[in-house]
């Protein structure tokens, strides 16, 4: 992702008529940014919970596990979707050239 963060910005000269392009371009791209952080972040933690309490029911009951590892597999589609809503977010982004 940072790559593609990193793509969108050149270097150009502030002058009146694109500055509030630059300003809506960082903006954009530094909300991409924290949307695909804070999404992993909750990613994570979901996947860490959800994953020790399939560890823990497989223990006691071993026909439960295939159900708990269904809901980890949606707790880690967040991370996906905080992608996705970040490489749209990125996209609107249009830095101004030389």
Request: aromatic share 10%.
């Amino acid at each position: 992702m940072a790559i593609i963060l990193y793509g969108k910005i050149s270097d150009a000269a502030i002058t009146a008529e694109n500055y509030e392009k630059m300003l809506y371009s960082g903006y954009a791209l530094f909300a991409g940014g924290l949307a695909v952080g804070l999404s992993n972040l909750c990613c994570g933690i979901c996947v860490g919970v959800t994953g020790s309490g399939a560890a823990l029911a497989d223990a006691q009951t071993p026909s439960t596990f295939v159900k708990i590892l269904i809901i980890e597999i949606f707790g880690s589609a967040l991370g996906l979707f905080g992608v996705i809503v970040g490489i749209i977010q990125s996209g609107k982004s249009d830095w101004p050239s030389k």
